[in-house]
Structure formats: C-alpha cells, structure tokens
C-alpha cells in the first residue's frame, strides 16, 4: 500500500519562496503520476501540477501557477521516493494545505476524483 507524506510546509513573507516534499513508501507499481493540490480554507482542491512518475518528460502545470511553481523529482531514478514543489513570488492568496497524490492513468489532471491515494497535506502561510 502506497502512502504519501508531504512536508516543508511553514510560514513565508510575501515574496519569498519555499519547497514541499512528497515522499512516498511501498510499491509505487500503478502509481504513474503525481499531482500536487492545494485547498485553502473554504474552498475547493485546486489542481496545481502532475508530473509523471518515471521521469520530467510529462508535466503539466495549471495555468494559474506554471510561471511561479515547479515541480521535480528526486534525480536517483532506481530509488526514486521523493517529489518536490518550489514555490516562488509568493502570495497571500497561496496559503493553503499542500496535497500530493498519485493516479494511474494519463488525462484528467486537474479532476481529483482521479486521483487513488493522497497525503495528509502540509500547510502554507503567505504573510503580507
């Protein structure tokens, strides 16, 4: 059973910039895809980004966010256990609980229904 954590989450000024982790445990077979949320209070899971398990060649950012966030991965491929968000030019709109989460199958980003397993989330505060 696969499951994920996030962490690196905290409290950032305006402006600054900060990294999230995903990292994941057991078999990571059928989990081809990993797709960042966030969900700020009151609000719906807004779909951020997916990147491709095996490797950077399929990434796909939300409009709202690709010219600030990027997503990554650990580069040790054999043993690749860990994702990253960076998040640049923060804004106090972006503070939210952070989710990653994983699916099968390709298309439908942006739609979380599709995606099977999720982590507990790590919180972001934006100060102005």
């Known amino acids: 059973q696969v499951q994920l954590v996030e962490s690196g989450g905290g409290s950032v000024e305006a402006g600054g910039s900060l990294r999230i982790s995903c990292s994941t445990s057991?078999?990571?077979?059928?989990?081809?895809?990993i797709g960042w949320f966030r969900q700020a209070p009151g609000k719906g899971r807004e779909w951020l980004a997916t990147i491709s398990k095996e490797g950077c060649s399929t990434i796909y950012y939300a409009d709202s966010v690709k010219a600030r966030f990027t997503v990554s991965q650990d580069d040790h491929y054999r043993t690749r256990r860990a994702w990253y968000l960076k998040m640049h030019y923060l804004k106090p709109e972006d503070t939210a609980m952070y989710y990653c989460?994983?699916?099968?199958?390709?298309?439908?980003?942006?739609?979380?229904?599709?995606?099977?397993?999720w982590g507990q989330g790590t919180r972001v505060t934006v100060s102005s």
């Open positions: 989460a994983t699916k099968k199958y390709d298309g439908g980003w942006s739609q979380p229904d599709l995606y099977t397993t």
């Open positions: 057991g078999n990571m077979y059928g989990h081809n895809y």
